[in-house]
C-alpha cells in the first residue's frame, strides 16, 4: 500500500508524529540538493530544509495524500526559500551580479553569423529510455550543478519549484526579459551538457 | 520561396522562442513564424523535443 494511503483522513489511521518524522527523513537529502542549487549556501540550505521539515511536521494533519510527500514537502520548502530570498535582500543585494548571467552573446559561437546552428542537436532517441535510467538522473543533476550560480538558481526557482515568472521577477528583482535570457542560457545549458554528457554515448540513446 | 517562410527567424531564434514559449505565451505572429520554422528545421525540431524531455526529467527529479 502507497504510504500516502495509509494517512488518508477518511481512513482515520493517520501516522504518529515519530513515523512522520521518519518519512520526512528520506527525504531530506533531496531537500538539501534542491535549497543547495538555489541558496549556494551550506549553512543557508540546512536552515530552510531544516524549517520545511518542521512545518511539514506541524502541519501533519493537512497531508491529504493527493500527492506524494515529496511533492508536498516541495511545495513548502518553495515558500521557505522566498522566504530566505526576501531576508537576504534586506541584507546588500546581489541583484548587479545578474548582468553577467544575461549576456546573450555568451550563445553566439552555438551558430552561424546567419544564425543557424553551429552543431546541430543529435539525435536524443527515446526520451524514455533516458528518463527511466537513474544514472540519467546523476547526470541531469551534476549538469545542474555546473550551471553559473544565478542561472541555476533562476532554473530551480523555474523548473524545480515551479514558481511563476512574476513571481521569480518580484523576489529577485530583475525584468521578464532578463528572465528569458536567464533561463534560456539555462536550458541551452543543460541540453549541451546532457548532450556532451549522457546522448552521446552510443549505449544511451 | 518556401525557405523564405520557413525562414522568416532563424534556428538561434526559434530556439529563444521554443525557450519563452515554456514561460509565457508567444505572440500570434511569433507562434506562425515558430511553426513554420519548424515545419522545415529538423534541428529545431530535435531541440524542441529535448526541451520537453528536460522538462519532463525536471518533473521526475521533483516526485
Known amino acids: ?205 | 520561396m518556401l525557405h523564405r517562410l520557413t525562414h522568416m527567424v532563424s534556428c538561434k531564434e526559434a530556439t529563444r522562442l521554443l525557450s519563452q514559449a515554456e514561460d509565457h505565451r508567444l505572440s500570434h505572429i511569433e507562434r506562425i513564424k515558430l511553426r513554420l520554422h519548424l515545419l522545415a528545421c529538423v534541428a529545431c525540431s530535435r531541440f524542441s523535443r529535448q526541451l520537453a524531455l528536460m522538462r519532463e526529467a525536471v518533473s521526475r527529479f521533483r516526485t
Open chain 1, 1 to 205: 500500500m502507497p504510504y500516502y494511503s495509509r494517512l488518508d483522513p477518511a481512513e482515520g489511521t493517520a501516522l504518529d508524529a515519530s513515523d512522520f518524522t521518519v518519512e520526512l527523513d528520506r527525504h531530506r537529502r533531496y531537500l538539501l540538493r534542491v535549497a543547495q542549487l538555489q541558496l549556494r549556501d551550506a549553512a543557508a540550505a540546512e536552515d530552510v530544509v531544516q524549517e520545511t521539515l518542521v512545518a511539514a511536521l506541524s502541519a501533519r494533519e493537512g497531508f491529504t495524500g493527493r500527492s506524494s510527500v515529496k511533492t508536498w514537502l516541495t511545495g513548502i520548502l518553495k515558500h521557505k526559500i522566498v522566504d530566505a530570498i526576501r531576508q537576504k535582500q534586506r541584507q546588500p543585494v546581489v541583484a548587479a551580479s545578474f548582468d553577467e548571467e544575461t549576456d546573450l552573446d555568451d550563445f553566439d559561437p552555438l551558430f552561424k553569423d546567419n544564425g543557424a546552428w553551429q552543431a546541430p542537436p543529435a539525435d536524443w532517441g527515446d526520451p524514455e529510455n533516458a528518463l527511466s535510467r537513474q544514472e540519467f538522473m546523476s547526470v541531469m543533476e551534476m549538469c545542474l550543478e555546473r550551471l553559473p550560480p544565478n542561472t541555476a538558481r533562476v532554473f530551480v526557482m523555474r523548473e524545480v519549484l515551479e514558481l511563476e515568472t512574476e513571481e521569480i521577477c518580484k523576489e529577485l528583482t530583475i525584468t521578464a526579459n532578463n528572465l528569458w535570457v536567464i533561463l534560456y542560457r539555462a536550458r541551452m545549458s543543460l541540453r549541451e551538457c546532457l548532450e556532451r554528457n549522457w546522448f552521446s554515448d552510443p549505449a544511451h540513446a
